[in-house]
């Protein structure tokens, strides 16, 4: 599909019961992350690939105005969603950089 997207955020409240401001909710909304890892337990990981270079970026960084506000999404229900980067050294992920997300997977706690 090509084309520009509209998304309404016209339902949203000035500011959640949780303190976040609807411009925090529509920054969150018009956001698409890599990969959302959901359990049989109904938990999600939010889980988004960066290229190591990228770490400091300050949109796209580890703590970039992306990274800022999906935290802010997970913190509204922090028992049923994580969040985790991982920052790529080359081209593919290593195996030890997935292991909070096998965890997860897995059904181990993840803090």
């Not at 890892?37 to 970039?64: A, L, Q, T, Y």
Request: aromatic share 6%; proline share 4%; hydrophobic share 30%.
């Amino acid at each position: 599909m090509g084309g520009k997207r509209c998304i309404s955020t016209n339902y949203l409240p000035n500011v959640s019961s949780n303190g976040v401001s609807r411009a925090t909710l529509t920054q969150i909304i018009l956001h698409t992350p890599d990969f959302i890892v959901r359990g049989k337990n109904g938990k999600c990981m939010i889980v988004e690939i960066k290229r190591e270079h990228d770490r400091e970026h300050p949109v796209d960084g580890e703590n970039g105005r992306k990274a800022m506000a999906t935290r802010k999404w997970v913190g509204l229900n922090p028992e049923r969603l994580k969040y985790e980067i991982v920052f790529a050294k080359e081209d593919v992920i290593g195996y030890d950089q997935t292991k909070r997300i096998r965890d997860f997977v897995e059904r181990k706690e993840i803090v």
